[in-house]
Every structure is written in structure tokens, then in C-alpha cells.
Nanobody, 122 residues
Framework: QVQLVESGGGLVQAGSSLRLSCAAS????????MGWFRQGPGKEREFVAA????????TYADSVKGRFTISRDNAKKTMYLRMNSLKPEDTAVYYC???????????????WGQGTQVTVSS
């Protein structure tokens, strides 16, 4: 069992940066792949980035590639999403998730956080 709690969201201007964190509880965090997803107003939940247990594999949505960086610290049981050059279209609730593999679809993940709001003003 893994419990996930996101933090670090907020209201920022376009071009700014934010770092989201996902803190996990449970003894098996290091064995899970982790992912970030987001859901904008009136939109379906979409993939943002994922990372495997050892950080040797990372994958990104085309819309964030080159601007966002996913990372994790297994000793701290925490995953991060560094977001640079934010755009208004990045506005969404951001969710972290844990699962067996760094996949791009929500059903592949077993555990979810409650989400943190990111709002980017133009």
C-alpha cells in the first residue's frame, strides 16, 4: 500500500517555474514506477511524465518535453516535477501516481494522490 500526497502547486505567470513534490508513505516506494498526470478544466486526465524505480528510464508527453523534468529520491520517498517556461495551457490539477511500470495511461497505475492545482496566468 502506498499513500501519495502532492504539493507545490500555485498561481504563477507565464514563463515562470514551479516544482511539484509527491511524498509517499509505505515501505515499498522504491519498487514502484511513478508518474505525473494532469487534468485541465473540462478535459480528460492526461499523461505528463513517468519515471521507473531506479530513475534510469524517464518519459515525457510531447507537450512538456524540454520544459519539465521528472525525478525521484527513493531515500526521501519523494518524486518531483520541475516545470519551467510554464504556459497558460499547463493550467490543470496535477496528480502523482504509482504503478508497476512507467506507462502513459492512467489505468496502468494503482495508487493516486489527491492532486495539486497549478494555474498559469498569461
Amino acid at each position: 500500500q502506498v499513500q501519495l500526497v502532492e504539493s507545490g502547486g500555485g498561481l504563477v505567470q507565464a514563463g515562470s517555474s514551479l516544482r511539484l513534490s509527491c511524498a509517499a508513505s509505505g515501505r515499498t516506494f522504491g519498487s514502484y514506477a511513478m508518474g505525473w498526470f494532469r487534468q485541465g478544466p473540462g478535459k480528460e486526465r492526461e499523461f505528463v511524465a513517468a519515471i521507473n524505480w531506479s530513475s534510469s528510464i524517464t518519459t515525457y508527453a510531447d507537450s512538456v518535453k524540454g520544459r519539465f523534468t521528472i525525478s525521484r529520491d527513493n531515500a526521501k520517498k519523494t518524486m518531483y516535477l520541475r516545470m519551467n517556461s510554464l504556459k497558460p495551457e499547463d493550467t490543470a490539477v496535477y496528480y502523482c501516481a504509482a504503478g508497476p511500470s512507467p506507462r502513459r495511461t492512467p489505468p496502468e497505475y494503482d495508487y493516486w494522490g489527491q492532486g495539486t492545482q497549478v494555474t498559469v496566468s498569461s
